[in-house]
């Protein structure tokens, strides 16, 4: 979703300032004439999905990747866990990488 967002002069994203992460939006759905209440929804990149999944426990698994940044993941937990193991250097790394391209 940051390819939502305005450029400054020096190509960083202006985000909203009540706005933690870019992924935060608020949906309403519209139809037929009726409107129903808003809802928050989080849009989260692969690698801060990983990262999290990984400090709470849970390994995380890249099953499909698609068009736009769009994926299908795997999130586990309990005794796979201590099965699988992953290198959170890499993830650092591709996180530096995905947020070069976005500067």
């Not at 909203?16 to 519209?30: D, K, N, R, S």
């Not at 209440?37 to 698609?66: I, M, S």
């Not at 699988?84 to 500067?103: K, M």
Request: with cysteine; hydrophobic share 35%; aromatic share 14%.
């Amino acid at each position: 979703l940051i390819y939502m967002y305005d450029r400054d002069l020096d190509g960083g994203y202006i985000l909203p300032g009540e706005v933690a992460y870019y992924g935060e939006v608020q949906f309403t759905v519209h139809y037929e004439g009726r409107k129903d209440k808003p809802f928050d929804w989080l849009y989260v990149d692969y690698n801060t999905l990983q990262r999290a999944a990984l400090n709470h426990g849970f390994v995380c698994e890249l099953l499909v990747q698609g068009h736009s940044r769009s994926y299908l993941a795997r999130l586990t937990r309990g005794a796979e866990l201590e099965a699988r193991s992953c290198d959170l250097g890499t993830i650092v790394e591709d996180q530096e990488e995905e947020e070069e391209e976005f500067e």
